[in-house]
């Protein structure tokens, strides 16, 4: 079983849409959980750490249900600019980060 | 916002030659750098953490002797993939942690694809 795992996607929506990507993390000993986008053959960037009380920046809100070891992103009013793989990321505490293989989002005019 | 530099931004070389990788942190002292790799389709796997001054840990799976790992100062480490083979073409990206006041916070290179022919 993968560390971190994601729906590949790709996930077509239209502009203005509201979209939400899951993910799940194996380990339970696991502190620190992000979410990173990555477009095309570019680095990955930090779009926003997730806490246990949810989140909220601008367009995009967090969670974290830690008793089920899952995470979530929401975008809502999707722009032609979100279209990116979103990484879902998690610090075991080893400082090292562990990455999920990604969900492409596809926004479309 | 902190920066990380790589160089060279794509390289390709020839089947058994070196190649060196070099990632630099520009405003800040990187306590510890990270080298990742990533094929295709596929996401970024962590291949090794470096300390300055100290040798590095690979992950499982990793050779170190054909993955050479060097972390001589606060704001340098290098990668030299070693008589490389074309399953060694991937984009390799490091990222770089202060480890100030306790946050670990990751500031990511912009990467290098290698090209091995």
């Known amino acids: 079983r993968k560390e971190v795992e994601q729906d590949p996607g790709p996930f077509n929506v239209p502009e203005g849409a509201t979209v939400a990507f899951n993910c799940t993390y194996s380990n339970s000993a696991s502190q620190s959980f992000f979410w990173y986008r990555q477009d095309c053959r570019k680095e990955p960037k930090l779009l926003m750490s997730v806490y246990s009380s949810g989140n909220e920046d601008g367009r995009f809100t967090a969670q974290l249900n830690r008793a089920s070891q899952y995470i979530s992103l929401l975008i809502r009013d999707s722009k032609l600019s979100d279209s990116a793989t979103y990484l879902c990321?998690?610090?075991?505490?080893?400082?090292?980060?562990?990455f999920g293989s990604g969900t492409r989002l596809q926004v479309q005019p | 916002g902190a920066v990380v530099s790589q160089h060279p931004s794509w390289v390709i070389c020839k089947s058994g030659t070196s190649v060196k990788i070099e990632c630099r942190s520009l405003d800040f002292q990187a306590t510890t750098m990270f080298w990742y790799r990533q094929f295709p389709k596929q996401s970024l796997m962590l291949m090794a953490t470096s300390n300055e001054g100290s040798k590095a840990t690979y992950e499982q799976g990793v050779e170190k002797d054909k993955f050479l790992i060097n972390h001589a100062s606060l704001t340098l480490s290098t990668l030299t993939v070693t008589s490389a083979h074309p399953e060694d073409s991937s984009f390799y990206i490091c990222s770089a942690t202060a480890g100030l006041a306790g946050s670990y916070e990751q500031y990511f290179g912009p990467g290098t694809r290698l090209t091995v022919t």
């Open positions: 990321v998690v610090d075991t505490g080893r400082r090292a980060l562990t």
